[in-house]
């Protein structure tokens, strides 16, 4: 046994553990949740101050504390970046930052606005923005609306068979396009003040920059036909009479007050949360419109943050996720309804919180009920499949332990949501996230998809934490559940030639690994295979010498940091839990010294501290699935930065992971002492 191990002592686990459970009890929220704060990027804070002068706000009481915020996050070099540490700032949230300031007031020759613009114009300048940064200079008047692609919302009109319906949009960029195409069809601009504007970000006079909007390549047929497509929609918003136009703004309009969330917000996300905002002043709907007033209020719910004296904005909420994994890591931890009242309390709140009403999934999938479970506290249109797999999980484990009077409503629960769990399932055998067979790779070439992921197909540790599911429920391939089989096969197509799996949302092949394994081993997987065993292996060969596991988020874009970085709670929780699901001691050791480098993060409270992001909205690519890297990866326009990208800091994984590994560790070992 190596030093790193023989770090490892028992007896300091159960005391780790221990204090770690009682964290959670003094944290656990009055209605039973966990919530942690979500963190990403400066631009929820950039967009929200603009937003602010759209709607006539700057009086707000977190405007100036917002401001601060901005400020706080600049880097040295004078710009701002999509993750911790990333290697070079953003372009696109640099600028969004810039004006934001500069809509407030802040002068062009003040020191944080004099680097920001030196860091941007040696970095391309404005030429090297995306489509949603230029969408919020035209709103402010500092770009031409003429030269954006046009999203026209006619495409409500769009019959459901066709591949260009709303509804075959991942149900993020659906929710965001329903506002833009009001705002984009009405072109609105809130002017700032002469005194305000950026012109200072146009070096040579605006008269002599090239505005024009880079479309696709004209390489294949889809580019081409929605390059023509652009130049028929930009010929048709400068036509006085346009049929149907008033028609389908009046449609959209209906859908966006139709989807507003219990609290506010759309969507459970900041993107279509604050362009339902402007689509509806735009519209003229009165500041104190309910609709308009609940929207604006929700901000002030539970929707910031503050630390160091400032105030952040989260991009979305995840008490319900944080709620069934932190139950998920008492019950490893060896928590009962005896030992750890909060239990009941989880319990309650997760019951309460399954959704049984049809979101937008039904409109492709009409022929079953929901049973799901969202991710945020008050989105009901959107459930996604895996906080549903995990409350299945977690509640087939909490049921034995219940008082029994909950017996029944705990099997009615997962009863249903696994009716739903299944007819979810795509036709490859995987899951995506919200929609099934959300896949129609066309949508991806139209001009004004230039960010993130506009589609929602199935991955790698998504599935897997489906399989868990289904394993905690009774069903394994040797039962011969057709379901299993199929996602089985479709794991075992996706898993890297050098033995891990792709992360989709979390960083990123650890994550993947992480989730994959333990679903393998639910439905009785052979876990001594080879190609399972070289999985093990490839996990092992990233250890890091302080025994600690690390991932950047450069490894969207460059495969030399594939299970590369320093080590983190929750990505050295993630590969413990991937080791142990392969059910053998053969990997003790690597464990051990794993577990010692947890042990020695833990703070004197019981939790641990975590500045990197973990979490990943989307990785850039467009395609929201993998990507083969030694492509030429040009058109994807990022780089290690991940302009496209979009990535998250949980702040709760840093608590419940480690506390699940250790808690399951010690279960391993003990079973090794008998």
Not at 390 to 408: G, N
Not at 501 to 516: H, K, P, Q, S
């Amino acid at each position: 046994m190596t030093d790193h191990a023989a770090q490892f002592n028992p007896a300091s686990c159960d005391s780790a553990i221990a204090r770690a459970l009682e964290w959670l009890a003094r944290n656990q929220q009055t209605d039973g949740s966990w919530n942690g704060m979500l963190e990403s990027n400066c631009c929820m804070e950039a967009q929200w101050v603009l937003a602010m002068h759209i709607l006539g706000r700057t009086d707000d009481k977190n405007y100036q504390g917002i401001l601060r915020a901005i400020l706080q996050k600049q880097r040295p070099d004078g710009s701002w970046e999509v993750y911790h540490e990333a290697p070079e700032g953003d372009i696109n949230t640099t600028v969004e930052c810039y004006a934001a300031l500069r809509s407030a007031g802040h002068a062009s020759d003040s020191p944080p606005l004099q680097r920001a613009r030196q860091w941007i114009l040696t970095h391309g300048g404005l030429a090297k923005i995306r489509l949603f940064t230029r969408f919020w200079l035209a709103l402010v008047g500092q770009w031409p609306w003429d030269t954006l692609p046009i999203i026209p919302p006619e495409i409500y009109l769009v019959p459901k068979f066709l591949p260009f319906n709303i509804y075959k949009f991942a149900s993020w960029a659906r929710a965001t396009f329903m506002s833009m195409s009001v705002v984009s069809a009405r072109q609105p601009v809130f002017h700032l003040p002469r005194d305000r504007s950026i012109d200072e970000l146009f070096p040579e006079g605006r008269e002599r920059f090239d505005f024009t909007f880079p479309l696709k390549p004209l390489t294949g047929f889809w580019p081409a036909f929605f390059n023509i497509g652009e130049k028929f929609l930009a010929l048709w918003q400068r036509l006085p009479w346009k049929p149907l136009r008033e028609t389908s703004i009046r449609l959209v309009l209906e859908w966006i007050i139709k989807h507003q969330d219990a609290d506010g917000a759309w969507g459970g996300i900041q993107p279509p949360w604050i362009y339902a905002l402007i689509a509806l002043h735009t519209e003229g709907y009165h500041r104190d419109h309910p609709t308009l007033l609940a929207g604006v209020n929700a901000w002030h719910a539970h929707w910031t943050y503050e630390r160091n004296g400032a105030t952040h904005i989260q991009a979305s909420e995840s008490p319900v996720w944080d709620t069934m994994l932190a139950t998920q890591a008492a019950l490893d931890a060896g928590a009962t309804y005896e030992n750890f009242p909060p239990l009941r309390r989880a319990l309650d709140y997760i019951l309460d919180k399954q959704i049984l009403g049809k979101g937008d999934w039904a409109q492709l999938v009409p022929n079953v009920e929901c049973g799901g479970w969202a991710f945020e506290r008050a989105n009901t249109w959107y459930p996604d499949l895996d906080d549903t797999a995990v409350a299945l999980t977690v509640l087939a484990q909490l049921r034995p332990l219940a008082p029994a009077q909950y017996h029944d409503r705990i099997t009615q629960a997962f009863t249903r949501a696994e009716i739903w769990l299944r007819a979810m399932q795509s036709r490859n055998g995987g899951w995506g996230a919200f929609d099934k067979d959300n896949d129609t790779a066309a949508l991806t070439q139209i001009p004004f998809c230039d960010f993130g992921e506009v589609l929602d197909p199935p991955s790698a540790d998504l599935t897997g934490h489906k399989l868990e599911a289904l394993g905690h429920l009774g069903h394994t391939l040797a039962s011969g559940d057709p379901t299993v089989h199929r996602a089985v096969s479709y794991l075992i197509e996706q898993q890297e030639p050098d033995g891990p799996w792709f992360g989709r949302w979390g960083v990123n092949y650890i994550y993947g690994t992480a989730l994959v394994l333990p679903g393998l081993r639910a439905v009785g997987y052979d876990m001594a295979s080879p190609h399972i065993q070289k999985a093990g292996a490839w996990l092992l060969a990233h250890q890091n010498p302080d025994g600690g596991w690390g991932e950047s988020c450069g490894s969207y874009m460059d495969d030399k940091l594939r299970g590369t970085g320093p080590s983190t709670p929750s990505q050295t929780a993630w590969a413990m839990l991937a080791l142990l699901a392969l059910d053998t001691h053969a990997h003790d050791e690597a464990l051990l010294r794993g577990a010692a480098w947890l042990l020695s993060r833990q703070t004197p409270d019981g939790t641990w501290e975590q500045s990197e992001y973990t979490g990943t909205g989307f990785p850039g690519y467009g395609v929201g699935e993998r990507i083969r890297l030694n492509r030429d990866t040009s058109s994807l326009a990022q780089g290690r930065e991940l302009a496209r990208g979009f990535m998250i800091n949980y702040n709760m994984y840093r608590h419940y992971f480690p506390l699940q590994a250790l808690g399951r560790l010690r279960k391993h070992l003990a079973e090794n002492a008998n």
